[in-house]
């Protein structure tokens, strides 16, 4: 039988002794610069591993990990709740009510996830199968969304390429719209898709100049304008424009809840009131309606009360530690491309060390962050990040990347 016994030699390090023959032999612990004793019976092994006690976690993969507040988890306890599927939870209409208001439009929808609020929007829009959406070649809708808008809706998506700051040229989007004089052959037009601030360009923002031009566009061929809001609070700080102004433009919009906002789970889609009355029958389809759910919703207005007004500052530690990595040797991140919370660092293929590899030896320091693609990785801000955990962050980076110069000097 083999056992196990861990020694702790300091207050973060240990070793493991596995033998098949130590019979109830213990070990115990010694001082620290005294050897081990690991003379055993003969026919016994010794494995030995060295191990790191992380006690620090600082959580950089994405700012959906945010963990409820004690306000939340109160607001969520005392929450007054009935059934949402027949209209009928009060703390789900506030929610909404306070979304229509801050956006500037007729009436809200809670919703499970923003998948399943960009799905329900695309599919209100186009509700002719074979249908054709515009959107950007790396918007979240057509990179992260499982296709569903293909898979479920039959809806065709038609990509322009996005430009560095997420816009799509103009004469582009006009030169996709479908000439309906060859419907015969052609998907039919029916939807243009923004995403405001634009995460794969690094939480590049969308001016209203731009978006009032797309919506002007919509018009003029008889279209319908979304925008893919998840983190629309957060192009409104760095942009210092209000929400209804940004969405002026759009006949829907859907607004992540558990993104920079913090709360645990949800988006709200807003619009105009026929608009939203489709869309809570689309939601009840595709298996959205959820009964009680001002349990959810309560957390949710906690948010926008308390974390709208934090945003700015994970704009700030956003560029610090954008400032911090383009100084260490064999990483390069655009400076003035980090606008709201979110940070993408290139790794130099000199420093000869992979996306995946750097992840591991962070995570080894309890930083958690996402790879990218090939020498690249991705660091998102949000309200749970402190000043010192950006500045810990940036000493651990320097030494893994310091580490491996120091290995190919022969250091």
Known sequence: MIKTYRVSLKSHICFWIVSPNFGSKKIKPQKEGRKE???????????????????????????????????????????????DVLSHDPT???????????TGKEAALFVPSGTMGNLICVLTHC??????????????????????ISTIGGVHPRTVKNNEDGTMDINQIEAAIRDPRFEICC???????????????????????Y????????????????????RIFNASVALGVPVDRLVQAADSVSICLSKGLGAPVGTVIVGSET????????????????????????????ALQENVGKLEGDHKKAKTLAVGLNKIKGLNVDIDSVETNIVYCDILKSVN?????????????????????PFRIRMVLHHQISESDVHYTLSCMQQAVNGVHGKQDGK
Do not use: W
Not at 127 to 139: K, T
Not at 362 to 372: C, D, K, S, V, Y
């Open 37 to 83: 004793d690991t003379k055993e019976p003969q026919q016994s092994h010794l494995i030995i591993s060295k191990c790191k006690m992380v006690t620090r976690t600082v959580d950089l993969r994405s700012d959906t990990v945010t963990k409820p507040t004690e306000a939340m988890r109160t607001a969520m306890a005392n929450a007054e709740v009935d059934d």
């Open 92 to 102: 789900a209409r506030r929610l909404e009510t306070e979304m229509a208001r801050i």
């Open 127 to 148: 509700p002719i199968r074979g249908s054709e959406v515009i959107l950007g070649d790396s918007c979240h809708i057509h990179i992260y969304e499982n296709g569903g």
């Open 187 to 209: 998907p039919t037009t029916r939807l243009i898709c923004l995403e405001n601030s634009h995460a794969h360009s690094g939480g590049r923002c969308l001016s209203p100049e």
């Open 211 to 230: 978006i009032d031009q797309v919506g002007e566009l919509a018009k003029k061929y008889g279209l319908k304008l979304h925008i893919d809001g998840a």
């Open 275 to 302: 608009f939203i009355a489709r869309a809570r029958i689309l939601r009840k389809t595709l298996g959205g309606g959820m009964r009680q759910v001002g349990v959810l919703c309560a957390a949710a207005l906690i």
């Open 353 to 373: 060390i992979t996306e995946t590899k750097l992840c591991k030896i962070l995570e080894g320091h309890g930083i958690l962050i996402l790879p990218e693609g």
